[in-house]
């Protein structure tokens, strides 16, 4: 499978390569990295690099079309034309749309609520 370099670290690498239409990282030793390729096999045994953030938000309530709507109509944006020409306020909108999915998103990957798990706190 084709990879992407990402980063070395000592006798093994961070590759990036896409898997059914998402892009995942893996960390393999960088002697099974062969002319930009990776054989699926070594990729599957691998170490996932970084954190799953669908995992993380597998249980938090998602916006609905209406909630992303609502947001966008509270920033004065009604039409196509009100969201091209002022891009800032949309992003505002939907950041206020999607607050719950970005707090539950830095709290379940938060480091020292990790260890916290692991010794049972």
């Known amino acids: 499978m084709k990879v992407m370099l990402i980063e070395r670290r000592g006798p093994s690498v961070v590759v990036e390569y896409e898997d059914g239409g998402f892009l995942q990282r893996r960390i393999v030793p ?3 990295v062969v002319g930009g390729e990776v054989e ?14 669908a995992d993380a938000m597998a249980d938090v309530d998602m916006p609905t079309p209406e909630t992303i709507a609502d947001a966008l109509h509270r920033q004065n944006l009604w039409t196509g034309e009100d969201l091209r020409a002022d891009p800032a306020t949309v992003h505002l909108a939907l950041r206020e749309a999607l607050g719950d999915v970005l707090v539950a998103l830095l709290d379940r990957t938060n480091p020292k609520r990790r260890r916290r798990a692991a010794h049972g706190d």
């Open 30 to 32: 960088m002697h099974e």
């Open 40 to 53: 699926a096999e070594i990729l599957g045994r691998g170490i996932p690099y970084g954190d799953s953030f």
